[in-house]
């Protein structure tokens, strides 16, 4: 599985960003974040159907994960972002032939990409 990342950048506090993530295949993903001295965490996942999501509380109501499978890319929506979500951002992808579970924790993802910094100024 090849997995490439983008869209990060430098946004102001409110702002937006859409972060983009380019699969070889059709896959159950997720996205994490990293910020400086902090381990990993949770950010949103996606079943392979792309039917059924599921967000980290700090996230919900402002992220929104999606996929396009005509450019086999999923997308993380950000709006209303603070300064505490900046952090290096990463998507990861896992093999599975169900269409409907969506995976919350970094040891369910074998597949990362190199990961995008995203940094909310106040």
């Known amino acids: 599985v090849q997995l490439q990342a983008f869209g990060g950048g430098l946004v102001q506090a409110g702002g937006s960003l859409r972060l983009s993530c380019a699969a070889s295949g059709r896959y159950a993903m997720g996205w994490f974040r990293q910020a400086p001295g902090k381990e990993r965490e949770f950010v949103a996942a996606l079943s392979r159907s792309g039917l059924y999501t599921f967000y980290a509380d700090s996230v919900k109501g402002r992220f929104t994960i999606s996929r396009d499978d005509a450019k086999n890319t999923v997308y993380l929506q950000m709006n209303s972002l603070k300064p505490e979500d900046t952090a290096v951002y990463y998507c990861?992808?896992?093999?599975?032939?169900?269409?409907?579970?969506?995976?919350?924790?970094?040891?369910?993802?074998?597949?990362w990409g190199q990961g995008t910094q995203v940094t909310v100024s106040s």
């Open positions: 990861a992808a896992r093999f599975t032939l169900s269409g409907s579970s969506v995976y919350l924790t970094s040891e369910d993802y074998l597949n």
